[in-house]
């Protein structure tokens, strides 16, 4: 008897320590570390979402003076966000958020409505909301790539449907950084990205700079 409970611990034990990490669980980690390191200030500017903010290289020089820290992982998506809310968003007590998100959501399954994005948004912005009903809330449009140009349609639908919700919610802002980044024929500017036309380089970022700072919050 003794001997078969040993092993049924042991087989727990075994079963409890081979389950995978949970996707971004080092990118979590690296944050709480870096926090423990070097305490990020209240009231702050919190950017948050994927990968377009992740390789914004030295973001917080970008707008100086504001109190700006970057809590976003590559790869992620509104869901991603969601279940991360209470390690990347609830613990800064920001007084403003700003997203990048939604783009892998669509890209990761072409049969993925735009209006599910909408919906994942929604949970999202209530996560925020019941969190702090003050923060400022300010979502960043998906952006088009030429590597995803093929998405451009649900990329503007869903860029839509949140802009028309965020219009009728206090304390929000949209910021279009989709359309001055598209030709005159419609295609994006290959100009802005990198060598793999997904990500963009120092042109980009440099557009996203002006765009962005008039929404940011003193």
Not at 57 to 79: C, D, E, Q, V, W
Not at 134 to 143: A, G, N, Q
Not at 180 to 201: E, Q, R, V, W, Y
């Amino acid at each position: 008897m003794m001997i078969r409970i040993t092993f049924l611990l042991l087989l727990t034990a075994y079963v409890v320590t081979a389950q995978p990490a949970a996707p971004f669980a080092s990118e979590i980690k690296a944050f709480q570390k870096e926090d423990s390191l070097h305490p990020p200030l209240k009231n702050g500017i919190l950017f948050i979402g994927s990968s377009s903010f992740t390789y914004w290289h030295k973001l917080p020089s970008y707008f100086p003076g504001y109190p700006i820290i970057n809590r976003a992982f590559g790869g992620s998506t509104l869901a991603d966000q969601i279940f991360y809310f209470r390690n990347v968003v609830a613990p800064y007590r920001a007084k403003q958020i700003v997203i990048y998100c939604g783009e892998n959501d669509l890209a990761y399954n072409p049969s993925f409505p735009a209006d599910s994005a909408l919906t994942r948004f929604k949970k999202l912005f209530s996560l925020i909301r019941n969190n702090d009903a003050t923060m400022w809330v300010t979502f960043v449009s998906m952006k088009p790539s030429p590597s995803r140009h093929h998405f451009l349609k649900s990329y503007t639908q869903a860029n839509n449907l949140i802009r028309d919700f965020l219009k009728k919610q206090k304390r929000t802002d949209f910021v279009d950084v989709a359309s001055i980044m598209l030709n005159k024929n419609g295609k994006p500017k290959a100009s802005l990205f990198t060598a793999d036309s997904l990500h963009m380089n120092t042109r980009g970022y440099a557009l996203w700079q002006k765009i962005i700072l008039p929404y940011l919050k003193h």
